[in-house]
């Protein structure tokens, strides 16, 4: 048994090493970098949700420094053009998942559920960072709002993408359960509605023009931020198929941060147009 075991031993080092054999070492395949910390999980999460109150808390009476509602606040002094913000911004939302995925030996992907989950987050920031950004016709962008949105992008494409690559667990069936299928459907809703509410008011300016005017057509019958629900409902369609504390805490962060943006815009309409519709909420159809 000794003998064997010995000579098992040295066949397995003359394998790693090739010496006598004439052959190359096998590959190894590499341990995992990183693994699952569920207190991990929870830390950022919670995190990511006191981040939301701060910025209700910051935005709700006062606009963010940006687009239609500079023009009443102190101007930033450096600036980049909208094409080049957004594309820099939104960039590291697609990236870091992909970096956490190859890192992942061997890729932890399944099932299926898990794998639709992954790309529907990849898929919206694929849009944002590849396409969206080449057609918008926004104002120069304040770097330090560029700064920190930036930072944020790293942060949640971290948490997302760390939470389904490394930590979810779903069962074989979950992509017929309820919740992955309603959220999915809210979530492709969702981002119908975003991507035609930015082609609409992509459609309000020719190309040099930075007048603001009446946004006509969609959803925007009813509401004067269309685009800005279309994303809530995206996300907590994508909190629902989740089922997930960080998606979650996503969503409640995105309602927090946009929100407020959409009922300042109602606002700016409502005082720079006499003509507005008075029928139009600021969110919410019928509602708010």
Same mark, same amino acid.
Request: glycine content about 6%; aromatic content about 14%; proline content about 18%.
């Given at each position: 048994m000794g003998g064997s075991a010995a000579g098992r031993g040295d066949r397995r080092h003359s394998n790693k090493t090739g010496a006598g054999t004439g052959r190359r070492p096998l590959p190894r395949c590499p341990a995992s970098i990183m693994q699952c910390f569920p207190s991990l999980v929870l830390a950022l999460s919670s995190l990511l949700g006191a981040l939301a109150l701060l910025q209700l808390s910051?935005?709700?009476?006062?606009?963010?420094r940006y687009g239609k509602h500079e023009e009443r606040l102190c101007?930033?002094?450096?600036?980049? /053009?909208a094409r080049c913000a957004w594309f820099v911004q939104e960039l590291?939302?697609?990236l870091v998942p992909a970096l956490l995925l190859a890192l992942r030996s061997p890729p932890r992907l399944e099932p299926l559920g898990c794998r639709l989950l992954c790309c529907l987050f990849c898929w919206h920031y694929f849009y944002r960072t590849f396409i969206y950004p080449f057609f918008t016709r926004g104002r120069p962008f304040p770097l330090q709002l560029l700064f920190f949105g930036t930072l944020f992008c790293i942060y949640n494409g971290f948490l997302q993408g760390y939470y389904l690559i490394y930590c979810a667990e779903?069962?074989?069936d979950w992509c017929t359960d309820i919740r992955f299928t309603s959220g999915l459907l809210l979530f492709l809703l969702g981002?119908?509605?975003n991507i035609h509410s930015d082609l609409l008011l992509r459609q309000l300016r020719k190309p040099g023009e930075v007048t603001?005017?009446? /946004?006509?057509g969609g959803l925007f019958t009813y509401v004067s931020g269309a685009n800005y629900f279309g994303e809530i409902v995206e996300w907590f369609g994508?909190?629902?198929a989740t089922w997930s504390l960080p998606a979650f805490a996503f969503a409640f962060f995105?309602?927090?941060c946009i929100g407020p943006r959409a009922y300042h815009h109602h606002r700016y309409y409502l005082k720079t147009f006499t003509d507005y519709p008075k029928s139009r909420k600021a969110l919410i159809p019928f509602v708010f």
């Open positions: 910051l935005y709700l009476r006062v606009p963010s101007r930033p002094r450096g600036r980049l /053009p590291p939302s697609f779903y069962p074989n981002m119908g509605i603001y005017k009446i /946004p006509q994508f909190a629902i995105t309602l927090c």
